[in-house]
């Protein structure tokens, strides 16, 4: 079973920097497309950028050109560079992947999150 993890959360000031780590655990796979989402308080789970097993990128309007969605495919990591953070970037982080694995179908899998708090 392959898992994710998260890191690279806490707490920064606005104008400050974070990166998010998502390390895949397990054995004979690979992740396809991956995403991470993000959930304030009281607010439903919103997609903030994704990418494709090609390296494809795209993101969420409210991030676009402050946040980079990155991949390392040797390492079977993804990676979410946050800077210029600001208050309203307040959440907990979700990874999600496709895992992909030989003569069976991709299943998706969640990393547990991760505290991102913006404040002065």
């Known amino acids: 079973q392959v898992q994710l993890v998260e890191s690279g959360g806490g707490e920064v000031q606005p104008g400050g920097s974070l990166r998010l780590s998502c390390a895949a655990s397990g054995s004979d796979f690979s992740i396809g497309a991956a995403d991470w989402y993000r959930q304030a308080p009281g607010k439903q789970r919103e997609l903030v950028a994704g990418i494709s097993s090609g390296g494809s990128t795209d993101y969420a309007d409210s991030v676009e050109g402050r946040f980079t969605i990155a991949r390392d495919n040797a390492k079977n990591t993804v990676y979410l560079q946050m800077n210029d953070l600001k208050p309203e970037d307040t959440a907990v982080y979700y990874c999600?992947?496709?895992?992909?694995?030989?003569?069976?179908?991709?299943?998706?899998?969640w990393g547990q999150g991760t505290l991102v708090t913006v404040s002065s």
């Open positions: 999600h992947a496709r895992i992909v694995r030989a003569f069976r179908l991709p299943v998706d899998a």
